[in-house]
């Protein structure tokens, strides 16, 4: 019962930094709109897949290791950017195609497994994440919390994750919204694909 506080906080402070805006939320609006709400939830899985690998190298360490690293760092800081700003030019340069509102004439999907990478990637390489996690398992989180509660919260960032770009899935999946989408793709793609870059530049230029 000691550590429900705790649980509680780390809750409250990893739902906030998920529902803000950033390349997750960036890509989950993407994926949903462009293909479909099967897609949309695929790329939440990616991303609780990212957390689940920002929390292992959390648990292990290795976060204190790459926040000392300039050159690890930075690594990861530049692949990141490279590939939200990637993401971004084949939003920018894909061009419209129309939707029929019959059940058969969809627009071509990407599979699930695609879906899931992009989600993943587009987590595991933010390196916002790696310095969120690094202050949650050295400020908030004490060294001497057990292993248990340790895992018990870990389970939860993730499902967090998960269920929260799965709503944004589906929410971006409804009729109506999408029927606004294909009225203005071209601009929706732009501008979706302008953000991404946008991000990925910011990404680039982050300091530790």
Known sequence: MEYLAL?????????????????????????????????????????????????????????LIISK?????????????????????????????KIELGEHDKKEDITSFTAVRIGFLTNVL??????????????VIS?????????IMSVIMIINTMLWFSLVAIFLSQ???????ERFQNVFNKTL????IALGIKVALTQK
Not at 7 to 31: E, K, Q, Y
Not at 128 to 136: D, E, N, P, R, V
Not at 143 to 151: C, N, Q, Y
């Open 175 to 181: 009729k109506r919204i999408r029927s606004i989408f």
């Open 7 to 63: 649980i509680g906080t780390v809750t409250i402070i990893h739902l906030l930094a998920v529902i803000s805006p950033g390349p997750d939320f960036i890509m989950a609006c993407r994926n949903s709109l462009t293909y479909s709400r099967k897609t949309g939830i695929y790329t939440a899985v990616g991303f609780g897949l990212g957390i689940a690998v920002h929390v292992f190298y959390s648990l292990a360490g290795l976060a």
């Open 143 to 151: 060294p001497e919390t057990p292993l248990l509660i340790m895992g």
């Open 126 to 139: 933010n390196p916002k994440a790696t310095l969120f996690f690094l202050s949650l398992f050295t400020f």
């Open 69 to 97: 690293s300039i050159l690890l760092f930075n690594v990861i800081k530049f692949l990141g950017a490279g590939y939200l700003i990637y993401i971004g030019l084949k939003s920018i340069l894909s061009k419209s195609s």
């Open 193 to 196: 694909g302008g953000l991404l």
